[in-house]
């Protein structure tokens, strides 16, 4: 009951957030909204259960990308974004049936009805361990390769980031 | 009455993940579509990257397994690094051509 309390409040701060990061017309507030909305998510996270990811929700999307945002913002001259209109009204006129079409789309296959079969095993193990633990152990175990995979291609993005930000020569003017 | 729609409401239920997840998902797509701004583009991205995050996380809990975190945690570095890639093309289109609107970059067009 009090985890049902806990998403509706979180999913409508969430749901709010993310119509503030799409209409704002400021930078600054579209990152400020769109913080909102990260810690509206992993509140839910929370609520479902979710510790582990609702923790690395705040450490890594709230501090660390967040942070990041404001600071490429900084780099970015303040005069010509405020000048500049911020939305494209056509092309946004032009999409909106199409969002709508991916909801009835999604609302036929809800109610055309997904089975799955119930896992007991995990269950009962993450009632005797924790979650954090269940995690570290398929994570290390069955998704070892995939976790590896990870780390290169988080060691290929730094290097092309540095790559991508360093001074260049001449420009193409 | 209330209180049999309260109890309806109130009863632990899967569903309401995949459509909190399915309304954030269209409101980071219509953010990519309609922002000119590079930035906030990549930010509206985030989002709907998060909204996939709620989805796995719903389906832990109507499916009893671990997988779906598992993979949200994949989905979270996945940001991570395409926050970063992206940034530094950003920061580089807009050093060396001047740009940060999505209207200014037309070379590609014939």
Redesign the interface.
């Known amino acids: 009951m009090l985890n049902q309390i806990a998403f509706y409040l979180f999913g409508s701060i969430s749901i709010i957030c993310g119509l503030g990061v799409v209409s704002a017309s400021n930078p600054i507030y579209v990152v400020l909204w769109l913080l909102g909305a990260l810690i509206a998510i992993s509140g839910i996270f929370f609520s479902a259960g979710a510790e582990l990811l609702g923790a690395l929700q705040l450490m890594v999307y709230v501090v660390a990308i967040a942070v990041f945002y404001i600071l490429i913002i900084t780099a970015v001259p303040w005069r010509k974004l405020h000048k500049n209109e911020q939305h494209n009204r056509l092309i946004g006129v032009t999409v909106l049936p199409f969002i709508a079409l991916l909801y009835v789309e999604a609302f036929i296959v809800g109610i055309s009805g997904v089975s799955i079969t119930k896992n007991k095993i995990i269950e009962t193990i993450t009632k005797n361990y924790g979650n954090a633990e269940v995690i570290g152990i398929k994570l290390f175990s069955t998704y070892f390769w995939a976790f590896e995979l990870m780390s290169v291609l988080l060691l290929i993005s730094m290097i092309g980031a540095i790559l991508l930000g360093r001074k260049e020569e001449k420009t193409y003017d | 009455m209330i209180e049999t729609i309260a109890s309806k409401?109130?009863?632990?239920n899967v569903?309401?993940?995949?459509i909190?997840s399915?309304?954030?998902?269209?409101?980071?797509?219509?953010?990519m579509?309609?922002?000119?701004?590079l930035?906030?583009i990549?930010?509206?991205l985030?989002?709907a990257l998060?909204s996939v995050?709620?989805a796995f996380?719903?389906?832990?809990?109507?499916?009893?397994?671990?997988?779906g975190?598992?993979f949200?945690?994949?989905t979270?570095?996945?940001?991570?690094?395409?926050?970063?890639?992206g940034?530094?093309?950003?920061?580089?289109l807009?050093?060396?051509?001047k740009a940060?609107?999505v209207?200014e970059i037309i070379d590609l067009k014939g």
Not at chain 2, 33 to 37: A, D, G, Y
């Open positions: 409401l109130l009863v632990q569903s309401q993940y995949f909190l399915f309304i954030l998902l269209g409101i980071g797509l219509f953010g579509m309609v922002r000119k701004n930035i906030t990549l930010m509206s985030e989002l998060n995050n709620i996380v719903g389906i832990d809990r109507l499916n009893h397994l671990i997988d975190e598992i949200a945690l994949f979270i570095a996945l940001a991570a690094a395409e926050a970063a890639v940034l530094g093309i950003i920061l580089s807009f050093r060396l051509r940060e609107n209207n």
